[in-house]
């Protein structure tokens, strides 16, 4: 995201809440800054040279909505400046199919972060033995085929 101050100018001293509303200390659930940071600032921004806040979101579950910070920063003139960005979101959880020739069809979550697989449930309906899945896009419609013993 690209930040212009309210004058067009050189500014400083820009730093992030770090707690209230739209501060870093009060992040929504999931959402964590790079390294824990619960503070940050930035000493002088000027176009083309910059700081940067990296912020983390592993979703465990289906979610959208707008981050909101609250920062403030010093013109080029010395004057206060408090401003807010909004950075809008969308995350998906992804999903494995798992075809177990003795029990049918499992459909998984895989969590993002430990990069397993989690809440496995049976899925679908009458495999006697579910050999493999496999899935084709259309532009029309979407196909899961199963093998079914």
Not at 22 to 40: D, M, N, Q, R
Not at 61 to 83: P, R
Not at 129 to 137: D, I, L, N, T
Request: with cysteine; charged share 5%.
């Amino acid at each position: 995201m690209i930040f212009t101050t309210s004058d067009g100018n050189t500014a400083g001293d820009l730093e992030i809440a770090s707690s209230g509303s739209g501060g870093l200390g009060s992040l929504p659930a999931g959402w964590s800054a790079a390294g824990g940071a619960t503070t940050f600032g930035c000493g002088s921004i000027s176009t083309g040279a910059g700081c940067t806040l990296s912020l983390n979101y592993p979703p465990t579950a289906g979610a959208s909505g707008t981050l909101t910070l609250n920062f403030s920063y010093l013109d080029n003139a010395g004057t206060a400046q408090t401003a807010t960005v909004n950075i809008a979101y969308a995350a998906s959880v992804r999903h494995a199919y798992v075809s177990d020739v003795d029990n049918g069809l499992y459909i998984c979550a895989i969590d993002a972060t430990a990069g397993t697989l989690a809440n496995c449930q049976i899925t679908g309906g009458g495999f006697i033995g579910a050999w493999s899945v496999a899935f084709f896009s259309g532009s029309t419609a979407n196909y899961a085929y199963v093998v079914d013993g």
